[in-house]
Nanobody
Framework: QVRLVETGGDLVQAGGSLRLSCAASGSILSIPTMGWYRQVLGKPREWVADMTSVGSAKYADSVKGRFAISRDLDKNTVYLQMNSLKPEDTSVYYC?????????????????WGQGTPVTVSP
């Protein structure tokens, strides 16, 4: 089994910064992709950013230029540095990972989610 644990969510004023972390643990052979989504109650979950194991990053237009994703492959951890935060960034942020497990599990990518960490940006 694989577990994702997010930390770093907080209350911050508009214009401020936060850094989210997500650590994966368990029977992990590799993690081809790790990323972040966010969801406001009553709305669909929204993709924010992701990064492959070779360092290719993609961002949603709404966060491009303000957020930066990074990974520590040795620690199976993904980070989201959020700068110039806006009230509309207020959401619960979820870590997402596609994980290839160690044998004897089948060598496919399985999708996992964290439990979410809340970010609130006050005006």
């Amino acid at each position: 089994q694989v577990r994702l644990v997010e930390t770093g969510g907080d209350l911050v004023q508009a214009g401020g910064s936060l850094r989210l972390s997500c650590a994966a643990s368990g029977s992990i052979l590799s993690i081809p992709t790790m990323g972040w989504y966010r969801q406001v109650l009553g709305k669909p979950r929204e993709w924010v950013a992701d990064m492959t194991s070779v360092g290719s990053a993609k961002y949603a237009d709404s966060v491009k230029g303000r957020f930066a994703i990074s990974r520590d492959l040795d620690k199976n951890t993904v980070y989201l540095q959020m700068n110039s935060l806006k009230p509309e960034d207020t959401s619960v942020y979820y870590c997402n990972a596609y994980v290839v497990p160690t044998p004897p599990a089948a060598p496919y990518e399985y999708e996992y989610w964290g439990q979410g960490t809340p970010v609130t940006v006050s005006p």
